[in-house]
């Protein structure tokens, strides 16, 4: 079964802590995306990559890390910095030069 | 002003209605154009995918883009309670765009 998997689904920590969101996918694609979904205010671009060990901000980086060790894999790690944590965290995925972009099922991040 | 403007809603439609969906945008050179569909706390699956203007049928569901108006619309046909959820729609300037720029979702509820 190809696809995009997060895990876990519900996560919950304490202010002051890091956390690492998981994303996997065995589709093959080259790209891969983390956004962020808040109420009334769709789908923010957090970090993309186009190809393994390169990444690039997208429009809210500020406070969030990932790293691409492999092709299948690009882990997201929500800092301490970042100073309004709880969201849902979709993370996305595309053929190079593919038309569009496929989405894990998401990971809700509580932090009190 | 935000780059795509969608109504949040909520929308509530009897079962067999056509619904119709909207979202406009302000930059003239979108030229992908997508709708997605998201069930409450999952992630977004891809419905429909245009290129430029005209009009795109896939079974119950009519994507149309009308790039002269900025507008977008996706129709849905004898609509069921299965389709309540909220639909997002996403533009993007070139093919394999690492950024997509979504609406805020409008939820649908179909009531039986």
């Known amino acids: 079964d190809g696809g995009i998997t997060q895990s876990p689904k519900y996560l919950f920590r304490k202010e002051g802590q890091n956390v690492t969101l998981s994303c996997e996918q065995n589709l093959n694609h080259d790209a891969m995306y983390w956004y962020r979904q808040d109420p009334g205010q769709g789908l923010r671009l957090i970090y993309y990559s186009q190809i393994v060990n390169d990444f690039q901000k997208g429009d809210i980086a500020e406070g969030y890390s990932v790293s691409r060790e492999k092709k299948e894999s690009f882990p997201l790690t929500v800092t301490s910095a970042q100073k309004n944590p709880t969201a849902f965290y979709l993370c996305?995925?595309?053929?190079?030069?593919?038309?569009?972009?496929?989405f894990g099922p998401g990971t809700r991040l509580t932090v009190t | 002003q935000k780059e795509v403007e969608q109504d949040p809603g909520p929308l509530s439609v009897p079962e067999g209605a056509i619904v119709s969906l909207n979202c406009t945008y302000s930059n003239s050179a979108f030229q992908y154009f997508m709708w997605y569909r998201q069930y409450s706390r999952k992630g977004p699956e891809l419905l429909m995918y245009t290129y430029s203007s005209g009009n795109k049928e896939d079974g119950r569901f009519t994507a149309q883009v009308d790039k002269s108006s900025k507008y977008i619309s996706l129709f849905i046909r004898d609509s069921q309670p299965s389709d309540s959820a909220t639909y997002l729609c996403a533009m993007s300037v070139n093919v394999g765009a690492n950024n997509l720029f979504f609406g805020t979702g409008t939820r649908l509820t179909v009531i039986p």
């Open positions: 996305a995925s595309s053929a190079t030069s593919g038309r569009t972009q496929y």
